[in-house]
């Protein structure tokens, strides 16, 4: 596609309940990024993909947190078990190889926790 | 320190200059971002330098890299209503072959009349 994109844009979930947030990356990108990002703060790194695989999962703040990319293309993130500190911005990002010259953002996915 | 570091607030008046700071962290970055963030939107790039140059220009935008103080800074010429938004510096750190960039909490500009 033209943009990353990101479903659902907003979501709001009871607490306990499991979430899974997608990514479309742009069409080519080998490497994608999720990253979260809560209220007046900056962004937390989650995982990164280089393909399909997850070189660096050392973001991920619980066990509670997984994420998956197949086809080199969309990518899942699931929260199991939500709480309300996850309540937050989760954005992805997705970029060509080493991304010498940037990366490309989604709009993010607002998941709300109550 | 182990962050990259903005002033988190920054009111200028529309017409002036912005000048918006960061310093970052690893000496072995080699590369060094600027995006915008408008609310509800996620980030735009909008430039970039290598950290084997000390300044690049882009139309409004002029970006200063002081190596050895690893001080990155971002102006904005002629600041406008529109450029009102929140601006994040970020590196991309060399470690084991992964480029992860790394953000600063983001510096929020106002621009008032």
């Known amino acids: 596609g033209a943009g990353v994109s990101q479903s659902p844009s907003n979501k709001v979930t009871e607490k306990g309940k499991d979430v899974e947030l997608r990514c479309d990356p742009i069409?080519?990108?080998?490497?994608l990024y999720w990253y979260r990002q809560r209220l007046g703060q900056g962004l937390e790194f989650l995982i990164y993909?280089?393909?399909?695989?997850?070189?660096?999962k050392s973001g991920l703040p619980s066990d509670r947190f997984s994420a998956e990319r197949t086809g080199e293309s969309v990518s899942t993130l699931t929260i199991q078990r939500t709480q309300q500190e996850d309540s937050a911005v989760y954005l992805c990002?997705?970029?060509?190889?080493?991304?010498?010259?940037?990366?490309?953002f989604g709009s993010g996915t607002r998941l709300t926790v109550v | 320190g182990e962050d990259v570091e903005q002033s988190l607030f920054l009111s200028v008046r529309e017409g002036d200059s912005s000048v918006i700071n960061c310093t970052y962290t690893?000496?072995?970055?080699?590369?060094l971002y600027w995006y915008k963030q408008e609310p509800g939107a996620g980030l735009q790039l909008l430039t970039y330098?290598?950290?084997?140059?000390d300044m690049k220009q882009d139309q409004r935008l002029t970006v200063l890299l002081n190596k050895k103080d690893k001080h990155l800074s971002l102006r904005i010429a002629d600041t406008q209503t529109g450029d009102s938004a929140i601006y994040f510096c970020?590196?991309?750190?060399?470690?084991?072959?992964?480029?992860?960039?790394?953000f600063g909490r983001g510096t929020s500009l106002i621009v008032h009349p």
């Open positions: 990002a997705s970029s060509f190889g080493r991304a010498n010259y940037g990366y490309t």
């Open positions: 069409s080519g990108h080998t490497a």
């Open positions: 993909f280089q393909g399909n695989s997850a070189p660096d």
């Open positions: 690893d000496s072995s970055s080699t590369y």
């Open positions: 330098i290598f950290s084997n140059m």
């Open positions: 970020a590196e991309t750190i060399i470690s084991g072959g992964s480029y992860i960039p790394t």
